[in-house]
Protein backbone atom coordinates (compact mmCIF):
# COMPACT_ATOMS: atom_id res chain seq x y z
CA UNK A 1 0.00 0.00 0.00
CA UNK A 2 3.04 2.20 0.60
CA UNK A 3 3.88 2.35 -2.91
CA UNK A 4 0.02 2.32 -4.31
CA UNK A 5 0.31 5.64 -1.90
CA UNK A 6 3.11 7.25 -3.13
CA UNK A 7 2.67 6.54 -6.71
CA UNK A 8 -1.15 7.76 -5.95
CA UNK A 9 -1.91 11.33 -8.24
CA UNK A 10 -3.06 13.26 -5.09
CA UNK A 11 -2.81 16.68 -6.98
CA UNK A 12 -6.56 15.88 -8.33
CA UNK A 13 -7.53 15.50 -4.86
CA UNK A 14 -8.45 18.22 -2.20
CA UNK A 15 -4.96 17.39 -0.15
CA UNK A 16 -3.09 18.44 -3.08
CA UNK A 17 0.71 16.99 -3.79
CA UNK A 18 2.11 15.31 -1.02
CA UNK A 19 4.55 18.20 -0.49
CA UNK A 20 2.12 20.09 0.83
CA UNK A 21 0.41 17.67 3.65
CA UNK A 22 0.72 18.41 7.00
CA UNK A 23 3.25 16.35 8.85
CA UNK A 24 0.64 15.18 11.28
CA UNK A 25 -1.07 13.42 8.26
CA UNK A 26 2.25 12.12 7.42
CA UNK A 27 2.79 10.76 10.92
CA UNK A 28 -0.43 9.06 10.53
CA UNK A 29 0.57 7.66 7.50
CA UNK A 30 3.30 6.20 8.76
CA UNK A 31 1.58 4.30 12.07
CA UNK A 32 -1.27 2.89 9.45
CA UNK A 33 1.46 1.68 7.11
CA UNK A 34 3.19 0.19 10.04
CA UNK A 35 0.43 -1.57 11.59
CA UNK A 36 -0.86 -5.13 11.22
CA UNK A 37 -3.86 -4.00 12.44
CA UNK A 38 -6.42 -3.20 9.52
CA UNK A 39 -6.34 1.09 9.50
CA UNK A 40 -7.77 3.28 7.36
CA UNK A 41 -7.63 6.74 7.20
CA UNK A 42 -10.36 9.52 6.28
CA UNK A 43 -8.80 13.10 5.85
CA UNK A 44 -10.03 16.34 5.34
CA UNK A 45 -13.45 17.60 4.68
CA UNK A 46 -14.28 14.74 1.89
CA UNK A 47 -12.69 12.01 4.52
CA UNK A 48 -10.24 10.95 1.18
CA UNK A 49 -9.36 7.34 2.30
CA UNK A 50 -6.42 6.22 3.15
CA UNK A 51 -5.69 2.27 4.04
CA UNK A 52 -3.24 -0.03 4.85
CA UNK A 53 -2.29 -3.68 3.72
CA UNK A 54 -4.42 -5.54 6.48
CA UNK A 55 -7.62 -3.38 5.23
CA UNK A 56 -7.85 -4.63 2.09
CA UNK A 57 -9.46 -7.56 2.95
CA UNK A 58 -12.24 -5.49 4.30
CA UNK A 59 -12.60 -3.25 1.16
CA UNK A 60 -11.94 -6.23 -0.99
CA UNK A 61 -13.69 -5.68 -4.18
CA UNK A 62 -13.05 -1.77 -3.87
CA UNK A 63 -9.13 -1.91 -4.01
CA UNK A 64 -7.61 0.07 -5.24
CA UNK A 65 -10.21 1.95 -6.31
CA UNK A 66 -11.32 3.08 -2.83
CA UNK A 67 -7.98 4.92 -2.64
CA UNK A 68 -8.04 8.29 -2.29
CA UNK A 69 -11.97 8.25 -2.57
CA UNK A 70 -14.27 9.76 -0.50
CA UNK A 71 -15.11 7.58 2.78
CA UNK A 72 -18.92 8.48 1.49
CA UNK A 73 -18.47 7.23 -1.89
CA UNK A 74 -16.77 4.07 -0.62
CA UNK A 75 -18.95 3.24 1.89
CA UNK A 76 -22.01 4.42 -0.15
CA UNK A 77 -24.18 1.03 0.95
CA UNK A 78 -23.30 1.63 4.45
CA UNK A 79 -23.31 5.48 4.67
CA UNK A 80 -26.34 6.18 6.28
CA UNK A 81 -25.11 4.19 9.08
CA UNK A 82 -21.42 5.83 9.54
CA UNK A 83 -21.97 9.01 8.55
CA UNK A 84 -23.43 10.13 11.73
CA UNK A 85 -20.27 9.10 13.98
CA UNK A 86 -18.33 10.59 10.89
CA UNK A 87 -19.70 14.03 10.82
CA UNK A 88 -19.75 13.98 14.78
CA UNK A 89 -15.95 13.07 14.86
CA UNK A 90 -15.22 16.13 11.96
CA UNK A 91 -16.81 18.95 14.42
CA UNK A 92 -14.00 17.42 16.85
CA UNK A 93 -10.54 18.95 17.80
CA UNK A 94 -10.22 16.93 20.61
CA UNK A 95 -9.36 12.84 20.56
CA UNK A 96 -11.98 10.92 22.38
CA UNK A 97 -12.70 7.64 22.86
CA UNK A 98 -15.73 6.47 20.92
CA UNK A 99 -17.49 2.80 21.57
CA UNK A 100 -16.92 0.27 19.02
CA UNK A 101 -20.39 -0.36 16.48
CA UNK A 102 -21.55 -3.31 15.00
CA UNK A 103 -23.17 -2.60 11.68
CA UNK A 104 -25.61 -5.07 10.94
CA UNK A 105 -25.86 -4.63 7.51
CA UNK A 106 -22.55 -4.57 6.52
CA UNK A 107 -20.91 -7.56 5.86
CA UNK A 108 -17.67 -8.95 4.55
CA UNK A 109 -17.28 -12.50 2.60
CA UNK A 110 -13.91 -13.21 4.40
CA UNK A 111 -12.03 -16.69 3.11
CA UNK A 112 -11.76 -19.19 6.34
CA UNK A 113 -7.80 -20.70 5.89
CA UNK A 114 -7.93 -23.72 3.86
CA UNK A 115 -11.36 -24.77 3.30
CA UNK A 116 -12.19 -22.43 0.80
CA UNK A 117 -15.79 -21.73 2.01
CA UNK A 118 -17.16 -18.27 2.29
CA UNK A 119 -18.52 -16.45 5.44
CA UNK A 120 -20.27 -13.57 6.45
CA UNK A 121 -19.38 -11.93 9.68
CA UNK A 122 -20.37 -8.88 11.15
CA UNK A 123 -17.16 -6.31 11.85
CA UNK A 124 -16.99 -4.30 14.58
CA UNK A 125 -14.94 -0.62 14.43
CA UNK A 126 -14.70 2.64 16.39
CA UNK A 127 -13.47 5.56 14.88
CA UNK A 128 -11.00 8.13 16.59
CA UNK A 129 -10.44 11.27 15.35
CA UNK A 130 -7.49 12.31 14.06
CA UNK A 131 -6.43 16.26 13.99
CA UNK A 132 -4.17 18.35 11.51
CA UNK A 133 -1.25 20.36 13.72
CA UNK A 134 -0.65 23.23 12.37
Not at 7 to 20: E, R
Not at 43 to 58: E, M, S, T
Amino acid sequence: MGQLIRDFDWSKTSLGTVDTWPQSLRTCIHIMLTSRQPIWIGWGKDLLKFYNDAYKDIVRGKHPGALGSPASVVWKDIWRDIEPQSLFLLSRTIVRYEQPALLKDFYSPTMTGMTGKCFRKPWLFSIPPLCAVA
